[in-house]
Structure formats: structure tokens, C-alpha cells
């Protein structure tokens, strides 16, 4: 079944760390997207890929990097400048321009 | 550019009621429209979705909504609620080959038995 996969589903990481988040899809969408959603808050677009080689900066860039070096492939790199990563982060994507997402089950980062 | 409001932000609904969510947009050109649900921990799924046809548009689960260009809304209803239905509903708002999306800041359902 196509899909998209996010791993890992919880990740734990200690102040001051890098950590990526993996988003695999096969499901031949054009562009991707990642999320971060926190409690209240509703979703907040971090980077977004429209074709491959190229990305742009959502609201919430900084702190974040992405690369887009295959169509199947949106990595997150959350650094250590990103001051407050505790959150829930969702990827998602879509065919062309039409709006309708599909979306990865999440994964949930907590700094300790 | 575009923005969605979502008019409450938590609704409380007793099994076997009526279930209405109410979602405002703005918008300079036709928009695409649609509703999601989100239960806890997992991605967002697809409820139904608005593209200029039909202004009544029914999707998964009972779920159905209208379009209402005049009133700039696209409400969320379900006849019956069902205890499977607490969740967190999310109203978007997309434009063609817009890539970015607006997003509802989301209303939380509880169904209470």
C-alpha cells in the first residue's frame, strides 16, 4: 500500500543534540511538507518541497533544516539552535497543487 | 493569501447527537476546501474535501459539509455522533497550485456516552 512513513515514532534527545527526523513516501507526490504541531497550537509549516533540489521556508523555519535529494526523501534536521523542539512533527504530502495532504503518523521529539 | 478560523475550539457532544463544527475562511480567489480529523498521536486523515463542485459535499464516516460562498463558511456536521468521532477536526484552506496551505487551529470533539 502507498503510504508515508515517518520514523521513529518517539525520540528522545539531550540539549544541545542534532537530531533528523526520517519521511519516506511511495506515493509519487511531487511535494512535501513538514509540521509542527504543539498542544493548542493546531499545525505549523516548518519547510516545504516542491520538487526535488529545492525546498522553501515555512513560518517556522529557523532552527530546522531540510534536504530534498530524492522525490521519495524529506529529511528534518532539528539543531541545536531550534530553542524550544519539544513538539509533535507531522509529514505530509501531495500531488501537484491540489491541496489534498497525506499524512505520516508522526513523530514525537522530547528534549530532556 | 488566505486564513481559516475555527470558531470553537473544544465541542462537547452526547452519543447519538448532532455534531456541528464551524469553519470561516478568507480568501481573494476560489479556495479548495477541506476537513480533517486527527486522534491522538497519529497524522492527520482526510474527512472530505471542497474543489468547486458541489457545494454540499459528503465524506467519510457520516461526516458532510457546505460550502457557503455568501457566509464565507464550510461547516462540519454529523447527524449522529458516534463515540469513535472524539478527535481533533482541522478545517484547510488551499488554493490551486498554492502550496501553502492554511490551517484551522483545530476543534477538540468529546462524545460523551
Known amino acids: 500500500d502507498g503510504g508515508i512513513t515517518q520514523s521513529p515514532k518517539y525520540l528522545f534527545r539531550k540539549e544541545g543534540q542534532n537530531v533528523t527526523l526520517s519521511c519516506e513516501q511511495n506515493l509519487n507526490h511531487d511535494a512535501m511538507y513538514w509540521y509542527r504541531q504543539d498542544p493548542g497550537q493546531g499545525l505549523r509549516l516548518i519547510y516545504y518541497s516542491q520538487i526535488v533540489n529545492d525546498f522553501q521556508k515555512g513560518d517556522i523555519a529557523e532552527g530546522y533544516s531540510v534536504s530534498r535529494e530524492k522525490k521519495e526523501s524529506f529529511p528534518l534536521t532539528v539543531t541545536s539552535a531550534q530553542k524550544n523542539p519539544t513538539a509533535f512533527y507531522l509529514c505530509?504530502?501531495?500531488?501537484?497543487?491540489?491541496?489534498?495532504?497525506?499524512f505520516g503518523e508522526g513523530s514525537r521529539l522530547t528534549v530532556l | 493569501a488566505q486564513s481559516v478560523t475555527q470558531l470553537d475550539s473544544h465541542v462537547s457532544v452526547s452519543e447519538g447527537t448532532p455534531v456541528l463544527l464551524r469553519c470561516n475562511y478568507s480568501s481573494s480567489y476560489s479556495p479548495s476546501l477541506f476537513w480533517y480529523v486527527q486522534h491522538p498521536n497519529k497524522g492527520l486523515q482526510l474527512l472530505l474535501k471542497?474543489?468547486?463542485?458541489?457545494?454540499l459535499v459528503k465524506g467519510i464516516n457520516g461526516f458532510e459539509a457546505e460550502f457557503k460562498k455568501s457566509e464565507t463558511s464550510f461547516h462540519l456536521t454529523k447527524p449522529s455522533a458516534h463515540m469513535s468521532d472524539a478527535a481533533e477536526y482541522f478545517c484547510?484552506?488551499?488554493?490551486?497550485?498554492?502550496?501553502?496551505?492554511?490551517f484551522g487551529a483545530g476543534t477538540t470533539v468529546t462524545v460523551r456516552a
Open positions: 484547510v484552506v488551499s488554493l490551486l497550485n498554492d502550496y501553502k496551505l492554511s
Open positions: 471542497y474543489t468547486s463542485a458541489a457545494t
Open positions: 505530509a504530502s501531495t500531488l501537484g497543487g491540489t491541496g489534498e495532504l497525506f
